[in-house]
């Protein structure tokens, strides 16, 4: 399933808050695997580097963990709104 994205705005921004918004409705729960950077690449037919600032962005966010060698997981309890 591909996604249409705004070409002409920041293109890891909008990856970043679709996969947050994953996160927030529970597509993606607390401790799982996110896609891999193939997979999410090929989701949004962008290229792995913008994937992988996306993930360092939800890591910074506190919405993700990265496991050298391993993948990145949604975090134990991902901050809330509220």
Avoid: C, N
């Avoid at 799982?32 to 193939?38: A, F, G, I």
């Avoid at 949004?44 to 506190?62: C, D, M, N, P, W």
């Amino acid at each position: 399933m591909s996604v249409d994205l705004d070409r002409t705005r920041s293109i890891w921004r909008q990856v970043a808050a679709i996969v947050a918004a994953r996160i927030a409705d529970g597509t993606y729960p607390a401790r799982t695997k996110l896609p891999s950077v193939v997979e999410l690449s090929a989701e949004f037919s962008i290229a792995s580097s913008t994937v992988q600032k996306v993930y360092r962005h939800l890591q910074e966010q506190g919405l993700a963990r990265g496991e050298v060698g391993i993948g990145t997981f949604v975090a134990d309890e991902p901050p809330t709104d509220g």
